[in-house]
């Protein structure tokens, strides 16, 4: 029995199927067959059943689990405690929000890449709601997201907060909320509900709402004069700095934009861990020199 073996077992287990553990491991799915196959033999014991869909645990292969929880777990220690990281390898698939990512994204992959010389980044940006999906699928290993992921399998990791100001074309003169459109995040997210929330309070049955996944796309349109709407500083520099858009106050200010670095807790992944503290200390830092 070896620890590839144990590795194989536990993917497959928490993946329910050969061809998401080979997806994970990054092997072929006749050698992830061919490996729990030899484990199977091994210890003269039959560990899956094919039910309607997924795979299921047979009662030894429930037992088998747990002990390879621990193997593994001990293995992972091992790396921590002994090992340098730097000789670490292997695939880490990343996602962040668009926000996170034209913030302080850089720094932390090039600090993550001087502690990890040898891992390889497959990055992921999208809205929050999808990397939330990515992140429980396990398509993921880490995501900067809206956050916390209010589920018991998630280690969310809090970051620090994004203000919003609310911005205009400098073209424009004074705004009635009632009579521009206000442009917000996608409508899937909670931004948008709690803004469209408070706004039909405040301005009633004349407001248009506009919602956009992409920031960028939401910035230009406001320097256009289309729309106006309240988005983090570091999404506007650019804009502000080609004198295109002002920050105006329409009486109220939308709550902070919550972060998290989000990731499954089990099975345990040090490389993980130490990524999302590796984030927490960069995002500290830079919001520490931009955030005013």
Known sequence: MTFEQLRTFLWVARLGGFRKASDRLHLSQPAVSTRISNLEDELD???????PGDL???KQGQQLLGYAEQLLYVE????HRVANPAETEGLFRIGASETIAQAWLPLFLQAFSVKFPRVNIDLTVDISLNLRAAILERRLDLAFLMGPISEYSVKNVALPQFDLHWYKDKQLGPIDLSEIPIISYSSQTRPYRELTSELARRVGPKLRVFSSASLSASLRMIAAGIAVGPYPRVLAV???EANEIEEFDPGFIPPPLEFTASY???PRSLLVENGAEIAREIAIDWHRTHQN
């Open 76 to 79: 992972e220690e091992i790396k």
């Open 264 to 266: 499954l807790a089990e």
């Open 238 to 240: 650019r804009h502000l």
């Open 56 to 58: 299921v645990l047979t």
């Open 45 to 51: 014991a039959k560990l899956f059943e094919r039910g």
